[in-house]
């Protein structure tokens, strides 16, 4: 018996872990979106170290939210909700460090992509 034959029972049998169909998906998000949107002047009031102002909040908000626009896959788009959740009551609950919480800020990201072509590496000096 192929691989293929014996693996397409088991793909058709998985189950989305939240939403059952986009609507309901998008649904969610939007709610997600509120209630970080209702959040705002509580973070800058917390986080008050990392100097934010509520227009900057709500674009860094709306940044990472359109980040995964594409995202097509209900069961990502569940798992990227959950995730969003629990970092939604971390935050609120101020269990999130102050310098975690500006990792959220992807301006803030210092991480440099490592080059990829050969004289790239040379001339950052990778040999």
């Given at each position: ?39 705002i002047p509580y973070i800058r009031v917390d ?60 301006s803030m990201d210092t991480y440099k992509i490592k080059p990829k072509h050969f004289l ?8």
């Amino acid at each position: 018996m192929a691989l293929s034959n014996r693996i397409a029972p088991i793909l058709k049998e998985i189950r989305p872990v939240l939403s059952v169909n986009h609507a309901e998906a998008k649904r969610r998000v939007l709610n997600l979106y509120k209630i970080w949107l209702r959040q705002i002047p509580y973070i800058r009031v917390d986080y008050i170290s990392n100097n934010w102002t509520e227009p900057e909040l709500r674009k860094i908000l709306k940044d990472n939210f359109l980040q995964n626009k594409n995202v097509t896959d209900i069961r990502v788009i569940d798992r990227l909700l959950v995730k969003g959740q629990m970092d939604f009551v971390e935050t609120a609950e101020i269990w999130r460090q102050a310098h975690n919480a500006a990792l959220f800020d992807r301006s803030m990201d210092t991480y440099k992509i490592k080059p990829k072509h050969f004289l790239e590496r040379f001339y950052e000096g990778h040999h």
